[in-house]
């Protein structure tokens, strides 16, 4: 009755990393949600059948020079036959998330390398449900609405947007910002890191309900 | 028990509509899709409601330099009132397509923006299930590939690929290809109409997954 | 002996007209420059006039649901007798400048739609030559490097990043961000509206490069 | 009085780099210019001193899944002592060509990958002054336009596309189809590897241009 999210990440200096367990730690707060937590640098065989066996495959790459890393890049490209013969990574559920040491930092553009790569997957592609934070004078303004009942995209600011979820301003996935003096223990933000944990867990719930969607087709077919 | 199905375009000259009815044939043979094909710059209530109403989008435009057109772009921009007091379209599937005359020209850069605007409506992105076609000097060779039985990515190619399914190697959406000499009863060539066929059964198809399992998830809640 | 720079824009809220005014201070500063502001939506003869013959486009737009306004790629699309019959904007600089109320908010994707459609007017894209602002803990460290004697890329960090140049992390194009909650009166802040200023110079330096280096070339053959 | 070309391309088969020894061929065409042809997989100490001294780099890298490919971004990444004390690269020219098997390929995201990068350099992005060709079905209507006497941007139609310069329509860099089942000597078309000369041989007069105007700033200063 599981289903199992994979979080597949290249992390250069541990912020990546950091922003990873988060993902991980909000797709795993989800009921019946699998998580497994890959270093894409590191996989072995256990890994791989990891990877085949997800429901969501989430990736995550630091941005360098505007795109994702070679160390991710390297892991994409070892795919392949996962694609040539199959695709056999069809229909998976896809997310990504990207971390630099700026605010923009070009890290959309590592978000298109991404989801371009899961589209030639034939995955589907589920990013933040998230109001964007951040960008209120008034810290009591910041992301006031008429939200529906329940409505799960919702932010609390203040002036630095250290509470915001969504802090940045993304949709197509989560980034971070981390700090360039300040160790992975002290960066990104737990706002950053939150909204990670929120893409986590929206990816794990997006992939119950195509799962039951699933049973549900075979029950009748 | 019905999924409904909207393709909202735009077009210039009658060839991107071309590709959205192409679109919207393959959603309507979906068994219990209802599908509307909604021209974005005649929009009206009826309209608006089977937006709201639907359970994925298919978005469609022309290309023109280099991004999708004024006439796309106006449409996208009076969403505003669905996404700031809601949103009201999250979680709808959404997916994309646009025409140009060249065969590459820039249009997956149409496709980015579209998909940028869905996500920040928090839309989840369906593209496209097929392998590229159209790239073999034998095309007796093109696309032959272990397939797992009932896979439906598979082409059939020719030298010139007008029979091959994704003709032009695009996953992020539907592209199609149309001369410029040529009026829209002529052009984009028929391989690139049934891809756009493709992708509108394909996200009809995986809203009756998702539907089916938000069916299932609410009957135990 | 002039060189000439048009700043093209369009502003829904005043907040990108308040970068452009920034860009286009920052062009009027270079010895020589002679710089015209272009509301597009606004655009008469003499507009179209100072575009055909300015040495250099500085283009900017709100970045809207993830990409170009629909009155910016209105104008754009207006562009294509310049290009059918020549194109007469040929190796003309360009440049690309956005605003938005978030951080990232998806601007990148507004600069690459920009320099797509410059790109295929064979126009030559200018970026910013700046580090990135704004991404230290600690304010005296920011930006500390070993420059070469008179390097212009250099910022002064603070820990609100109120005073660095490239505040946002932006290499494209400038971005600036400007609170929701405010008038184009208070934001974007002063360091946004410095990097466009920054922006501007710079075009109008290497449109001065460009332009003797034609009339070196002319003067020879 | 020379000015240095260098192209820094990574292939994996052999195609790619079959463009690039067309690129490095059309900057040789011009006047002046020397070129050096790189394999960024094999660079030593000369290769950086070539890069380093280099009035123009062009960017070659296949496009695999979606992006530009590892090999191309390790090298990238191992810029980063250019960019972190100098930036040294500044106001270079720039810009990039791709292959893939396929006609579109997303072969535009690999473009973006490499044009970030080079403005996070603080280079100057160069595309290509070529109308599209390969759009009509009578191909002796293909690109008859009404040009200014000696303007270079003009196609040769045929019904194949195999003559035409910018077969694939771009502009952002040069593109080139290559056949899956040909080798590196058969394919990309010659009609691929003439746009990349085009490429070449515009970077570097665009080179000259700059280069000139350069040594008349100097002369007055």
């Known amino acids: ?3 199992r999210v994979a979080v597949a990440y290249h992390s250069g200096y541990g912020k990546t990393e950091s922003l990873a367990r988060a ?3 909000g797709a795993a707060s989800v009921d019946g949600a699998a998580v497994e937590l890959l270093d894409v640098t590191q996989l072995d065989a ?6 085949d066996a997800a429901d969501a495959i989430i990736f995550g790459s630091p941005t360098y020079f505007g795109s994702l890393s070679a160390d991710m890049k390297r892991f994409l490209e070892s795919t392949v036959d996962r694609w040539v013969d199959g695709p056999r990574w069809k ?6 998330f990207t971390n630099s040491k700026t605010m923009s930092g070009d890290k959309l553009n590592t978000l298109f390398d991404l989801a371009a790569f899961a589209a030639q997957h034939a995955m589907i592609w589920v990013g933040l449900d998230l109001y964007p934070g951040w960008h209120t004078a008034d810290p009591t303004q ?3 609405r008429t939200l529906p009942a329940g409505a799960p995209m919702m932010t609390d600011g203040d002036s630095d947007g250290s509470t915001d979820l969504n802090r940045l301003g993304s949709w197509f996935g989560a980034m971070s910002q981390a700090n360039s003096d300040e160790s992975a223990d002290a960066t990104p933000p737990s706002s950053d890191l939150a909204t990670g944990e929120h893409l986590g867990r929206r990816v794990a719930e997006m992939a119950v309900v195509f799962s039951r969607g699933r049973e ?3 029950a009748v077919a």
Do not use: C, I
């Open 1 to 3: 009755m599981d289903v």
């Open 142 to 144: 910041s992301n006031v």
């Open 46 to 51: 256990d890994g791989w059948a990891a990877l």
């Open 91 to 96: 229909d998976k559920l896809a997310a990504g």
């Open 216 to 218: 549900a087709l075979a």
């Open 23 to 25: 993902v991980a730690r």
